[in-house]
């Protein structure tokens, strides 16, 4: 009898599932082909042939006839004893290190206090859309506004506003610090994809916690500690593995606004993989360089999938902004 | 929004919160002023207070920039430029994101697992690490030093992403409505045209803008693969401003820049509207 009213009741009962699976037939790989096909052709062209490319010209000498001369292992061995490369590789660890923290860390001093803090909710949504205007604005202007804030002389806003303050005389801010400005720089972008990711995770909490939290009495710090830190371990996780990964790779705002300098002192490594391609177009050269940055982000990739599962990236792409 | 009663604190309370917030909020506040005031007047004083105003920053836009005996070539052209990439971009973008999405969201076929894998890992990859690579590429299909070749460079990049925000939105389409359209007699194309793309229109729209948004802002390959200067576009433009007149005329680039930065604006106000929409925009058939 009851196995009798489940067969029954089954197509009936889920309608959903029925409409599924006699729409979702099996199609052939031909037919899904021109659906597929554009897609497949630009990620094939534009992304895997590269990455394979840049593997073997690091086995070569090209240079600006790009021609393959194959030289085996001399490029990693060059590598191995440029003093330049190891200055672009401690550079490198200072920079993602530090600017990992300024991201994660202060992205999550202003997702509290714009989503936490704030009263109304439409006074924190205006200081977050001030965070999201150097997102949104053109590396190129980003640059600018940067280059005419540490404007060596008293034209420049830092140097107005000490000048002002204390009457110190003007200082070149780049000359004297590469590597802060660059930092800053970097991690003030990075801060609000923080902010916005953490945000968008505190909100998600259900208010109940919040209200059971002051009931027993608890502060504002205990809250942060005890109920909003928890909720936030995973997306704080995937943002500081997603953020060592990109900034491993970026290095736009650094060309725009140091370009390395003074004297390597803002190198990175990416960077210093591109100046040694298109500066002194040393290809092969240029993509060992970046063979080493390929392997790294496969690496940290495959740990992700690993890490958050296949279905948890699928929804993380909706929340990442650009760049 | 966690908004637990804190009324008996009151302001007193959260006055470091708004101080914290106003104090590190303020720097960027003032780099966009002057932005704006520095383009408009001739001189400043204190780096930011405007004094005599003038629209002799925007003379770009009606005549030529020269500095000794070098002539910048006009900026209309080159914003030409800038539309032409930008709008290639999300045209091709959408379209093949559209169809890509469709197949992964409503297609079973062989290959699809490994597709939809590598292109997860492809989406944590970062397209820069490739450059010197796709150098090589586009010399080989012969579109260096041409738009095309950088337009699809940027779309094959950003792929992966926009696919993944389209597809997310086809499983939100109830399979019932695919099922009533098969039953009327439609093919496969035409339901992915009729049936299919206009409960998603919302959607649509936050992938174009973003994808107009990145081709707009689109700096590193242009400026690595574009060498003649009829093909420069308004970052390229701008950059090579900024490296001649960067000690000489900020008002000049301040307006430069306003200029480069319009669209952004505009797309920004828009995209805030067509975004809340996505979380709205339900199904109408």
């Given amino acids: ?59 070569t000498g090209m240079d600006f006839t790009l021609e393959w001369k194959f030289v085996g292992l001399k490029n990693y061995i060059k590598l191995c004893q440029d003093k330049s490369a190891g200055i672009a590789a401690l550079n490198t660890l200072k920079y993602v290190a530090s600017t990992l923290l300024i991201n994660v860390g202060f ?56 000048g002002k303050l204390f009457n110190a005389p003007p200082r070149d801010w780049i000359l004297t610090s590469p590597m802060p400005v660059v930092i800053i720089a970097n991690g003030l ?22 209200h059971a939290a002051s009931v027993d009495g608890a502060t504002d710090w205990d809250i942060i500690r005890y109920v909003i830190i928890p909720f936030l371990k995973w997306p704080i996780m995937f943002m500081t593995i997603w953020q060592t990964l990109s900034l491993l790779t970026s290095y736009e705002y650094i060309l725009l606004i140091t370009d390395g300098g003074p004297l390597n002192k803002s190198e990175v490594w990416a960077l210093y993989s591109y100046h040694k391609a298109f500066g002194s177009y040393e290809f092969g050269y240029g993509a060992a360089i970046s063979v080493v940055l390929v392997i790294i982000a496969v690496i940290i990739a495959l740990v992700m999938l690993k890490v958050f599962g296949y279905d948890a990236m699928m929804n993380r792409g909706k929340t990442k902004v650009q760049g | ?45 204190l780096g930011i207070f405007p004094k005599g105003l003038t629209l002799n920053n925007w003379r770009f836009l009606w ?44 297609m079973d076929f062989p290959g699809k697992d490994l597709i939809m894998k590598t292109t997860i890992i492809l989406h944590a990859f970062p397209g820069v690490a490739l450059l010197i690579a796709l150098f ?88 690595t693969f574009l060498f003649s200067s009829e093909h420069y576009t308004l970052a390229v433009f701008l950059k090579n401003l900024i490296g001649d007149f960067r000690f000489l005329d900020y008002g000049l680039l301040a307006a430069a ?12 106000l828009i995209s805030q509207k067509s975004l809340m929409k996505i979380n709205f925009g339900g199904i109408k058939g």
């Fill in chain 2, 136 to 223: 090589y590429v586009l010399n080989f299909i012969n579109l260096l030093d041409s738009i095309m070749g950088v337009v699809l460079v940027k779309v094959a990049l950003e792929l992966p992403m926009a696919t993944w925000m389209i597809k997310g939105f086809f499983d939100e389409i109830p399979w019932e409505l695919e099922w009533a359209a098969y039953i009327d007699g439609c093919n496969k194309f035409q339901l992915w045209y009729k049936v299919i793309l206009p409960q998603i229109k919302p959607g649509i729209s936050a992938v174009a803008i973003f994808a107009f948004l990145a081709g707009w802002s689109e700096f590193i390959y242009s400026y």
């Fill in chain 1, 1 to 59: 009898m009851e196995q009798y009213v489940q067969e029954k009741s089954l197509p009936v009962a889920y309608p959903k599932e029925a409409a599924e699976t006699h729409v979702k037939r099996k199609s052939s790989f031909i037919a899904a082909l021109p659906f597929i096909g554009p897609f497949l052709i630009l990620i094939v062209l534009f992304y895997l042939v590269p990455v394979v490319l840049t593997i073997v010209m690091s086995f």
């Fill in chain 1, 189 to 210: 972008i990075g801060a609000s994809l923080g902010m916005v990711v953490f945000s968008a995770a505190i909100k998600s909490i259900p208010e109940s916690y919040f």
């Fill in chain 2, 63 to 106: 005549s030529e920039i020269k500095l000794g005996l070098t002539a910048f070539e006009s900026i209309w052209p080159v914003t030409l430029n800038s539309i032409l990439l930008a709008g290639s971009i999300t045209i091709l973008e959408v379209i093949i994101s559209l169809l890509a999405g469709f197949a992964l969201s409503r």
């Fill in chain 1, 107 to 162: 992205g999550f001093l202003l997702a509290i206090t714009t989503t936490y803090f704030t009263k109304k909710q439409n006074t924190g949504l205006l200081f977050q859309t001030i965070w999201m205007l150097p997102r949104m604005t053109p590396a190129v202007i980003y640059a600018l506004l940067w280059l005419w804030f540490l404007d060596p002389t008293e034209y420049g806003m830092l140097n107005a506003f000490f």
């Fill in chain 2, 257 to 268: 820049g306003l200029f480069y930065l319009i669209p952004v604006i505009v797309f920004f």
């Fill in chain 2, 1 to 45: 929004m966690p908004q637990v009663k804190r009324n008996k604190r009151g302001i007193l309370h959260s006055a470091p919160i708004y101080i914290f917030l106003i104090l590190v909020s303020l720097p960027i506040v003032i780099a966009y002023l002057w932005l704006f005031a520095s383009s408009f007047s001739s001189k400043l004083t």
